[in-house]
């Protein structure tokens, strides 16, 4: 059965995608959808740099910079989130489908199939939380569709409002697809699949708060 990779389809009919991907024998367009989301990721990121998204830091300096100075900043920051933008989708395809592919030992090319859909689930969430920005000046940090405004409610810890921003309703569908994509392609029990994959989603959820606390446009 040859597989192929269709974005939307696939997204609002998850069971049949299941079947799909469990039984195909070869798979065709991954690599045309690969550049296509590695290009609106890098879009996505870029233009929320030049909005400011996520960029508190220079709004904190803007009165200890000049207006050529703030510029400069803003567009080294700017292309500080081009190449982050660029890198996220990399490792959601690929690093993440290293992790899946070494511990539960399935079709690494299969994985990054799943991790397509994956991919194009936190690229729907951040382009959907560009007009909240735009009109409401809502940052990620705050976003409604996360815990981090619960957080910000219960800790004054910026770690941790960073950290539970991270875990929202799209994070929860991504983790849905991939348990139901990835159960049909392991040996494992379910549970263990399922496991495997929040486990797997905590570890970035942590390494992506601490970025986030340290302000790492300021590194790039």
């Not at 936190?122 to 920005?133: D, G, S, T, Y």
Request: with cysteine; hydrophobic share 55%; proline share 2%.
């Amino acid at each position: 059965m040859v597989y192929y990779v269709h974005l939307l389809k696939g997204l609002l009919s998850p069971n049949t995608f299941s079947y799909q991907i469990m039984r195909a024998e070869a798979i065709r367009g991954l690599w045309k959808k690969v550049i296509l989301l590695t290009l609106l990721s890098t879009i996505l990121f870029t233009f929320s740099g030049y909005l400011g998204i996520g960029m508190d830091f220079l709004t904190k300096e803007i009165t200890d910079l000049s207006r050529q100075e703030f510029e400069m900043e803003k567009l080294f920051a700017t292309v500080g989130r081009l190449i982050w933008g660029m890198i996220f989708s990399m490792l959601v395809l690929f690093g993440f489908s290293v992790i899946l592919w070494a511990i539960l030992d399935m079709s690494y090319k299969k994985i990054v199939v799943v991790q397509l859909f994956v991919l194009c689930i936190l690229l729907l969430e951040k382009a959907v939380l560009l007009p909240f920005h735009i009109w409401l000046g809502i940052g990620p940090e705050a976003s409604p569709f996360s815990f981090g405004v619960i957080a910000a409610y219960l800790t004054s810890s910026s770690i941790l409002v960073y950290f539970f921003s991270q875990i929202s309703l799209f994070t929860v569908w991504a983790i849905f697809f991939q348990y139901k994509a990835l159960k049909g392609l392991s040996e494992r029990s379910p549970k263990t699949v399922l496991l495997v994959i929040i486990l797997a989603h905590l570890v970035i959820w942590l390494v992506s708060a601490l970025l986030s606390y340290l302000e790492i446009e300021k590194l790039i």
